[in-house]
Structure formats: C-alpha cells, structure tokens
C-alpha cells in the first residue's frame, strides 16, 4: 500500500526566507508524486510533479522539489518566499494499489505554511 | 480557475437527509474524481468514473454513490447523512483515466456540506 508522510504540520517562515516542506512516501510500484497547494476557500492547484524524468522537478511560483529514492523523499523548496505563498501544502502519491489495478491518488495531511511579513 | 465547477458551493442539511453535489469536468476530460476532505481524515479519495463508468474505488461509504452522465458531468449522492460526513467534497477532473504516471488532476473549488 501507498502512503505519504508530512513531516511538518505547520511552517513559519519570514518573507524573503527560503521554504522547505518535507515529504515522505512509501510505495510498492512506479509512483508518479505531486505537490498542491490550497489557498483558504479554494480548491487544490498542481504546484509540479514528478515522473520519472528528471529528479529535480520545477513547478509554478519557484517552487521545486528534488525526488530522492534512496530515501523515498519528496521534499518541495523555494529560495525566497513571498507572502502569497502561505497555504496549505499537500503531498501527493500516484500509485497502483496492486499490480494491474488503477492508479489512486494518496494525499498527505498538509503542511500549513505561514509567511510572516 | 481550474475549468472544473462544482455546484453548490454550500449545503446545509439535517442528519438523515439526501443529497446531490454536482460537477462539471474540464471541456474535454473524461475522468472525475470525487474527494472528501475532514478535519480528521483529511483528503481521502471516494471514487473515479471514466467514460461513463465506474474506473475506481476508494474509502466511499456504502450510503454513498455516484454517476457520470453521457455529457460527462458527474454527481455524488450522499444519503442518510450524519454529522460526521460534513466535510469540503472536492471533485477532480482528468484527460486520461490512470494509465499516464504523470495524469494531472485539476480540482473544482468544492462544496461545503455541512450536517446539523
């Protein structure tokens, strides 16, 4: 079975300060992960994702997130963050529950992050 | 704004009612997703259509059901509802059913179901 894990339920950082989001997954078959983000009051928006390309992935807003089998990470970063950056962050793993069956997305808990002004 | 729409934005009903949240797919998607998200469960998937017919299933309740129509929209029907399914139900929409690793999901906004 597939999980993911969110290291961090909330992260505080100042403006202008880099973001790290930490994620863990776990899967059995190829997963396909992906990072969304939730403003209050609005639905999830693909921030970037990753499929077996490049391990370093960049998405919108200079978010990018770097995927690290040997220790099935999928943490997001961003050099300098910028007050519409706070929201809440969701980790996302795309995998086959058993050989042969569809692909599910598996969602973090969220990493609620603050940018402090 | 992600193409997918959701009606209502809103719902407020009584334990033991029915009711149907409705979605609208991005032009040209085939799949829909319905999500549930709860302050103690979080984001859990409920169920995939695709084309019209059941393509998944995740941690939906028996009191629970959905259907794509033949113009692709979609709706959930929750039944005999208890205070515990208010939750934020998000449906998702997609091109391709599973097969692309990389198939993005585009969220609607939501509707908030809230059992008094």
């Known amino acids: 079975a597939q999980s993911v894990t969110q290291l961090d339920s909330h992260v505080s950082v100042s403006e202008g300060t880099p973001v790290l989001l930490r994620c863990n997954y776990s899967s059995s078959y190829s997963p396909s992960l992906f990072w969304y983000v939730q403003h209050p009051n609005k639905g999830l928006q693909l921030l970037l994702k990753y499929t077996s390309a490049a391990t370093l992935v960049k998405g919108i807003n200079g978010f990018e997130a770097e995927f690290k089998k040997s220790e099935t990470s999928f943490h997001l970063t961003k050099p300098s963050a910028h007050m519409s950056d706070a929201a809440e962050y969701f980790c996302v793993v795309s995998d086959r529950v058993s050989s042969g069956s569809a692909r599910q997305l598996t969602f973090g808990s969220g990493t609620q992050l603050t940018v402090l002004p | 704004d992600s193409g997918v729409t959701q009606t209502p934005k809103h719902l407020i009903t009584a334990t033991g009612q029915r009711v149907t949240l409705r979605c609208s797919p991005r032009?040209?998607?085939?799949?829909v997703y319905w999500y549930q998200q709860s302050l103690d469960q979080g984001l859990q998937f409920l169920i995939q259509?695709?084309?019209?017919?059941?393509?998944a299933k995740g941690n939906i309740l028996e009191r629970f059901s959905a259907q794509q129509f033949p113009d692709l929209h979609s709706e959930l029907n929750l039944s005999s509802l208890e205070l515990g399914d208010s939750a934020l139900y998000f449906c998702?929409?997609?091109?391709?059913?599973?097969?692309?690793?990389?198939?993005?999901?585009?969220f609607g906004p939501g509707t908030r179901l809230t059992v008094l």
């Open positions: 998702a929409s997609s091109v391709s059913p599973d097969s692309n690793r990389g198939n993005e999901q585009f």
């Open positions: 259509y695709y084309n019209g017919e059941e393509r």
């Open positions: 032009s040209g998607d085939l799949s």
